[in-house]
């Protein structure tokens, strides 16, 4: 036997037996979902299970039972004792001493770093900066806790598609509050949010093209910390995704000019929860203008917006006339590979124009337009060349078979003749 | 006045290499007029095609680089950039596959007509020979573009190679340049197809063209029986050379026909990540034998069916060879009949198998 087999053999046994290894010691850790005490033996004897109870929740499947949140000792079989204060039962807590009852094993980074080494533990510090923290801690009850949100005893991480933190499901979570209007109009709030947002270009991103990555109300409005957000924030709240137009933006001479009239960044033009999808319009001074809300005609905005609008609808219709010709280029079987090239470009320009109205500065608006207006007429003319050159070979190829074909008669004349 | 300077040049030409065999072919080669005349016009344009191949080849070297990294923009700066650069890859793609199509025509018109047998054996085996390195051409020249589909097309041909008992690893190594198909695959199939391809060819060609000439044109069985009075001939010159070239220039129609309006697509670059494109084909004159490797069961016996199919292929192919050498049977008119057969079965199960290919 060779060097190379035996050590082939040697590396085989080695892998049979890690693997064997781990299979024992798999099996000999508890599972939770088998998990026993006389908790759960009583109160599924007495079916009085709590409402919602699922063994698919974390900390069931994490081997925690009803004694570690609800304390009382859980291998005593007398009820009287098990459940007794000298066995540290706590029960079931008041609405108002929620967030520390779950806080006393989530505000602990060392028990908490046992599950996740990079877990956070402020909820509860962030939950009492929130409104609805700051309104439990002044006995309103009305407020959402945790358990409104995470459920008491189905609770599921937030990566799983079931939980009811999952991405695509917060907005139905916020909602079963603040869709509610009786209770919303205690507060003078409105209960049209979610509806709103779900015909947003965000809603519709999230909730019908099911794209986790748009964000959903936690993503604008903090998790545990949720609170509106307020004049000075709202634009580091988009600017958080969008951060070209926050920094131009806020570099921009409106930033302050906005502040100073109390007027909320990127809500002004785009809305809050309805937000949509832009169009170059909204820089017109026509009927879909959010430039004349303010400025009027004859005034320096009036006439900005429309140039602006000018040069992008320009350049817009330029892009789209290119893509139409490339594509018949393409069809002709003509090379349109330096087209797409420009196309490419052209389409960045218009995005980077688009993007630039936030600087409210036209002569950076115009160097981008332009320079898009530019490549379109590069790829135009490049476009006009192929075209020409494909009439241009048809041409070629007519004269070059008349000229065969009167040869290839001269020549079977001449063959007829011989 | 112009005769006299010709004359002059053909006698200067003369008194130092004697020009009259040439003269002798002219003034007296004749060739037989008949029912199947037709078919002596195969090899021609054949021939025509070929020389396209080489002037279009030669065109097409001066600015293709072989190379992962540049084949595939060589040629596409050809077809985008280059003046006429479309024209002459579009030429030498479709002279290509009708140079195939028509030596197979050729081939299988010299079957039937019995010209392959005495005293015209070695003119077929030297023919067999081209046919098999014009599928050398074509198998080695669909890679150098180094697109998608024929990155893929030449990974799946190489890899039947390594189903050879014995040294199939080997070839495919060899014909790989290594495990895989990668740029060192490219670089030896552009030195096959431009240089160790071409130099056998010609060489084989010349003595084909040199069987060809020296024996003169295949007579028919019934052409032969026939009075001499009843033989009807025309002279090689310049009949038969004048007909020739009027059906190279209806070829040539056809050819540019087939450029223009059907360009040869470049198709989108190789990449040995990307995973394999649906669609993937071989040429269509492998296309027989690639869906009959398809259709074999994985195992034949104890032998893998790969195996076998390439096996039977060989020998077919070794029969095919030595048709003329072989006597089925000692009565000239039952040996023609198998012979017939075989050609037939052969001709029906190639066209029935790359029409399946297509479907």
């Known amino acids: 036997m060779d060097k190379k087999n035996l050590l082939n053999i040697c590396s085989f046994i080695f892998l049979f037996s890690a693997i064997s290894l781990f299979a024992v010691t798999s099996n000999d850790a508890p599972k939770s979902s088998t998990?026993?005490?006389?908790?759960?033996?009583?109160?599924?004897?007495?079916?009085?299970?709590?409402?919602?109870?699922?063994?698919?929740?974390?900390?069931?499947?994490?081997?925690?039972?009803?004694?570690?949140?609800?304390?009382?000792?859980?291998?005593?079989?007398?009820?009287?004792?098990?459940?007794?204060?000298?066995?540290?039962?706590?029960?079931?807590?008041?609405?108002?001493?929620?967030?520390?009852?779950?806080?006393?094993?989530?505000?602990?980074?060392?028990?908490?770093?046992?599950?996740?080494?990079?877990?956070?533990?402020?909820?509860?510090?962030?939950?009492?900066?929130?409104t609805h923290g700051k309104q439990l801690k002044l006995g309103n009850m009305d407020v959402a806790t945790c358990t409104d949100c995470h459920t008491t005893h189905d609770i599921l991480p937030a990566s799983d598609t079931r939980s009811t933190t999952y991405a695509i499901n917060i907005p139905n979570t916020c909602d079963n509050c603040h869709g509610n209007s009786e209770l919303m109009s205690k507060y003078n709030l409105e209960s049209i949010q979610v509806a709103e947002y779900s015909k947003s270009v965000h809603g519709i991103a999230l909730l019908e093209k099911l794209d986790v990555g748009a964000p959903a109300c936690n993503d604008c409005h903090g998790n545990h910390g949720a609170?509106?957000?307020?004049?000075?924030?709202?634009?580091?709240?988009?600017?958080?995704?969008?951060?070209?137009?926050?920094?131009?933006?806020?570099?921009?001479?409106?930033?302050?000019?906005?502040?100073?009239?109390?007027?909320?960044?990127?809500?002004?033009?785009?809305?809050?929860?309805?937000?949509?999808?832009?169009?170059?319009?909204?820089?017109?001074?026509?009927?879909?203008?959010?430039?004349t809300e303010c400025h009027s005609e004859g005034d320096d905005g009036y006439i900005a917006a429309e140039l602006i609008y000018g040069k992008l609808k320009k350049l817009s219709s330029l892009y789209d006339s290119t893509k139409v010709v490339s594509e018949k280029v393409n069809i002709m079987g003509m090379n349109n590979i330096e087209i797409e090239y420009s196309l490419k470009n052209i389409r960045q320009n218009l995005i980077q124009s688009r993007t630039l109205i936030h600087t409210f500065d036209t002569s950076q608006v115009f160097e981008k337009t332009n320079e898009g207006i530019l490549a379109s007429y590069g790829a135009l003319k490049l476009a006009d060349n192929e075209i020409a050159e494909y009439f241009n070979r048809r041409l070629g190829y007519g004269v070059a078979i008349f000229i065969l074909i009167l040869l290839a008669a001269t020549l079977y004349w001449k063959i007829r003749s011989l | 006045m112009k005769n006299k300077k010709i004359e002059k040049v053909e006698n200067w030409l003369d008194e130092r290499y004697d020009l009259s065999p040439i003269r002798n072919l002219i003034q007296h080669k004749k060739v037989p007029v008949?029912?199947?005349?037709?078919?002596?016009?195969?090899?021609?344009?054949?021939?025509?095609?070929?020389?396209?191949?080489?002037?279009?080849?030669?065109?097409?070297?001066?600015?293709?680089?072989?190379?992962?990294?540049?084949?595939?923009?060589?040629?596409?700066?050809?077809?985008?950039?280059?003046?006429?650069?479309?024209?002459?890859?579009?030429?030498?793609?479709?002279?290509?596959?009708?140079?195939?199509?028509?030596?197979?025509?050729?081939?299988?018109?010299?079957?039937?007509?019995?010209?392959?047998?005495?005293?015209?054996?070695?003119?077929?085996?030297?023919?067999?020979?081209?046919?098999?390195?014009?599928?050398?051409?074509?198998?080695?020249?669909?890679?150098?573009?180094?697109?998608?589909?024929?990155?893929?097309?030449?990974?799946?041909?190489?890899?039947?190679?390594?189903?050879?008992?014995?040294?199939?690893?080997?070839?495919?190594?060899?014909?790989?340049?290594?495990?895989?198909?990668?740029g060192a695959t490219l670089s030896r199939f552009f030195g096959l197809h431009v240089a160790f391809l071409p130099a056998i060819f010609t060489t084989l060609l010349v003595i084909h063209l040199f069987f060809v000439q020296r024996q003169g044109m295949s007579e028919p069985e019934e052409f032969e029986k026939l009075t001499e009075d009843q033989k009807k001939y025309i002279p090689f010159f310049p009949n038969f050379v004048l007909q020739d070239a009027l059906l190279w220039i209806i070829v040539l129609i056809v050819l540019l026909s087939l450029t223009l309006f059907f360009p040869w697509e470049l198709g989108l670059k190789a990449d040995a990540l990307a995973s394999a494109p649906i669609g993937i084909k071989p040429e269509w004159y492998f296309m027989f034998m690639f869906e009959t490797l398809k259709l074999l069961p994985a195992n034949i016996w104890f032998i893998e069916g790969e195996a076998v199919g390439i096996f039977a292929f060989t020998i077919a192919g070794l029969i095919w060879m030595l048709i003329p050498f072989i006597n089925f049977s000692k009565k000239k008119d039952l040996n023609n009949k198998i012979v017939r057969w075989i050609g037939i079965f052969s001709l029906l199960y190639m066209i029935a198998f790359t029409i399946k290919g297509y479907l």
């Open chain 1, 227 to 291: 609170s509106p957000p307020g004049v000075i924030s709202i634009s580091h709240v988009c600017g958080s995704c969008h951060v070209n137009n926050m920094n131009y933006f806020n570099n921009s001479t409106k930033a302050v000019e906005f502040s100073d009239m109390d007027i909320k960044g990127c809500e002004q033009c785009h809305g809050k929860h309805l937000i949509h999808k832009t169009n170059d319009e909204m820089i017109s001074v026509g009927e879909a203008s959010t430039c």
């Open chain 2, 34 to 182: 008949h029912g199947h005349s037709i078919w002596y016009y195969m090899g021609g344009i054949s021939l025509f095609l070929f020389m396209i191949q080489v002037f279009t080849g030669l065109l097409l070297l001066m600015y293709y680089i072989p190379g992962e990294d540049s084949a595939y923009e060589s040629v596409q700066f050809i077809i985008t950039k280059v003046d006429f650069g479309w024209l002459i890859r579009n030429l030498h793609s479709w002279s290509a596959n009708l140079m195939v199509f028509f030596i197979f025509i050729h081939m299988f018109s010299v079957f039937f007509t019995n010209s392959f047998r005495k005293p015209r054996e070695l003119t077929w085996v030297t023919g067999f020979f081209l046919l098999l390195l014009a599928m050398g051409f074509g198998f080695s020249g669909y890679l150098l573009p180094w697109n998608e589909l024929a990155f893929f097309a030449t990974k799946v041909g190489t890899d039947i190679v390594a189903v050879v008992p014995f040294i199939g690893d080997s070839l495919k190594v060899i014909l790989r340049g290594g495990e895989d198909v990668t």
């Open chain 1, 35 to 130: 998990y026993e005490d006389e908790c759960i033996n009583c109160h599924i004897e007495n079916d009085i299970m709590p409402e919602h109870f699922s063994k698919s929740d974390i900390h069931w499947q994490n081997g925690l039972s009803c004694a570690g949140c609800h304390g009382g000792n859980p291998n005593e079989t007398d009820e009287e004792k098990a459940m007794s204060i000298s066995n540290g039962y706590v029960g079931v807590p008041d609405k108002k001493e929620i967030p520390q009852f779950c806080g006393k094993c989530h505000s602990d980074l060392e028990e908490m770093q046992l599950f996740q080494p990079r877990i956070p533990t402020d909820q509860v510090s962030q939950y009492y900066v929130s």
